[in-house]
């Protein structure tokens, strides 16, 4: 009941929020444009937006030139942050369950963290070639710590009364590690991915910008360099573009895996759950 | 009586207490990698054109800081350049965040462009202020003022923003000025993230610097890096890359005692050293 009286007044709510915004944009836009016109800015430093536009369509629509750049990109960070996130979580599970390792392995850990870690991208190019490879793997470098870092410490939170109530009721140490910490370092987790994924991104440019011979990067550094700025800028959104995917698809996984945090999801999930105990109850009746 | 002994006979053993010994542990693991290290290149397991041994590298260190004594120049042109867009960036950043932060109406507006700067990976915006500045420092500066700007300003307008209602309830009904709110309730909060912040955007000042030096090539420790590395002196390029370590922890350090100083309510020797502080002061104005 309650969801069908609030779902128009939040589309209503958003319209009328829209509209301003809107408003605001177009109007930023025009002032921009006139500037450019008047020659109050000239147009070789800052294009005006009708001409990024319509780079933009090029790109997209007409030339088509992005897409392959576009997904080079998008799978050098996914790709690099997969095997920077795999490495971070198993040492951090590592250290986390033993105490000896945690004191071993961390001041590996901060010496690579207070390393700029774009700092080592000519290096890493020279190891793995003018590839994707080179890429990913700075990728993977700099989305270590923050996934590390964050997964070490909702590992190793303490619980205090819960961790008592589950020994209490005699729950194994794997028990305890399996339905106490790693759900509780979830939301933690996920933060760090989160962090772990732009950085990934960034590093994947970064690479691109020093050395490659494609990616959204490279498209970018080559039009700036022709002082093409309407392209460049056009390139720069399309970055934009995969920061969102990539922030949204981890915000929408935060969502479902940790789906406790939110009321809807939560009540989602319950709704799952009783109507399979239900089939499940009259299944036995039968 | 089990514990103190098993203590006592460890101290007599060994000499060492628990602290040291860890110590010489980690010590021992560290040798133990640089020398497996250094064995496996000379073994030839180990390319040293692409790997360099420990061995080279320390005598790069040598010749980089003190034989030919060329990377001073380097690093004072990154450090100027670090600064220079850091104060910038954040100082522009802290103040929009609190101008934003304190206007409502600003800040709904602003809000959707918060996001996609958010997503946008704002290094890649290097290229771009290149073409526009010219190379030189001016492009250089903007490029990490640019990087530098959004940490303190979303730590700055979510400080200012995150006031506790209840607390605001209460210096309300006590009749608290405006003035007093704001330096009484929001700031105390506020002030340990907006460090917090800048002590991401110091961070991210030498990245942004790296970054910009790779595209410009002139001068500066991330070209020489660059150069290093084309030339195949990878031990040198090793070098400079621990240089680039070690400033990074002392600017984590750095930043840790400015916080200590600036926020001392939030740490507690910084909160005794103000209190005796003040108690003396006190007692000084009580004797006169």
């Not at chain 1, 939301?187 to 772990?196: D, E, S």
């Not at chain 1, 360099?225 to 800028?233: E, K, P, T």
């Not at chain 2, 021992?28 to 496996?40: D, H, M, N, S």
Request: net charge positive; charged share 15%; aromatic share 10%.
């Amino acid at each position: 009941m309650s969801d069908v009286s609030q779902r128009p007044s939040r589309l209503t709510g958003g319209a009328f929020g829209l509209l301003p915004h809107l408003l605001l944009f177009v109007a930023i836009l025009a002032l921009w444009e006139l500037a450019v016109m008047t020659g109050v800015i000239t147009s070789i430093m800052i294009p005006q937006p009708s001409a990024v536009a319509a780079a933009i369509w090029k790109l997209y629509v007409t030339e088509r030139t992005i897409y392959e750049h576009f997904f080079i990109t998008l799978t050098e960070a996914v790709v690099g942050f997969l095997i920077g996130a795999a490495v971070a979580v198993s040492l951090a599970v590592a250290s986390a369950l033993n105490e000896p390792f945690k004191r071993y392995v961390s001041p590996y850990a901060i010496v690579l963290n207070v390393t700029p870690g774009i700092a080592l991208t000519p290096v890493i190019i020279a190891w793995f070639g003018y590839g994707m490879g080179s890429k990913m793997a700075l990728a993977a470098i700099i989305s270590f710590f923050p996934i590390y870092v964050n997964t070490l410490t909702g590992l190793v939170q303490r619980h205090g009364d819960r961790e008592d109530l589950f020994r209490s009721v005699g729950a194994t140490d794997r028990q305890v590690f399996l339905k106490l910490r790693v759900p509780s370092a979830l939301p933690l987790m996920f933060a760090g991915f989160k962090i772990g994924l732009t950085t990934a991104l960034i590093g994947a440019v970064v690479a691109e910008f020093a050395q490659a011979t494609a990616g959204v990067g490279v498209l970018m550094s080559r039009f700036s360099f022709q002082l093409n700025m309407a392209s460049s800028i056009a390139a720069l959104l399309s970055m934009t573009l995969i920061g969102l995917i990539l922030f949204y698809s981890m915000e929408f996984l935060d969502d479902r895996v940790v789906f406790w945090r939110r009321e809807s999801r939560r009540a989602a999930a319950s709704r799952a759950k009783a109507r399979r105990w239900t089939a499940l109850m009259g299944k036995e009746e039968d | 009586m089990a514990v103190s002994d098993s203590t006592l006979s460890e101290g007599a053993g060994g000499g060492l207490s628990l602290r040291q010994r860890r110590i010489l542990t980690h010590a021992g693991i560290f040798l133990t990698l640089i020398a497996l290290w250094e064995i496996g290149s000379r073994a030839g397991w180990l390319d040293p054109l692409f790997y360099p041994r420990p061995s080279n590298i320390l005598r790069s260190f040598w010749l980089i800081y003190v034989q030919n004594g060329n990377v001073w120049y380097h690093l004072y042109a990154t450090m100027i350049l670090v600064f220079a867009g850091f104060a910038a960036g954040s100082i522009l950043g802290v103040g929009l965040g609190a101008l934003v932060g304190f206007n409502p109406l600003v800040r709904r507006f602003i809000k959707p462009y918060v996001i996609v700067l958010e997503a946008t990976p704002r290094i890649a915006v290097a290229p771009l202020l290149i073409a526009a500045l010219g190379f030189g420092a001016p492009s250089k500066v903007a490029i990490i003022m640019l990087v530098c700007f959004f940490a303190p300003f979303i730590n700055t307008l979510s400080g200012v923003v995150n006031v506790d209602e209840d607390r605001l309830e209460l210096f309300r009904s006590l009749g608290a000025s405006k003035w007093q709110t704001l330096r009484k309730l929001v700031l105390p909060d506020a002030v340990p993230v907006i460090m917090a912040g800048e002590r991401l955007a110091l961070t991210a000042a030498l990245s942004g610097a790296l970054v910009a030096e790779f595209i410009q090539r002139n001068e500066g420790i991330g070209s020489l890096i660059l150069v290093y590395t084309r030339n195949l002196n990878m031990a040198s390029a090793f070098a400079c890359i621990f240089t680039l370590t070690i400033l990074g922890f002392l600017i984590f350090r750095g930043m840790e005692w400015v916080d200590h100083h600036v926020a001392f309510w939030k740490h507690e020797p910084g909160l005794e050293r103000v209190g005796r502080r003040r108690r003396r002061k006190m007692k000084e104005a009580l004797d006169e």
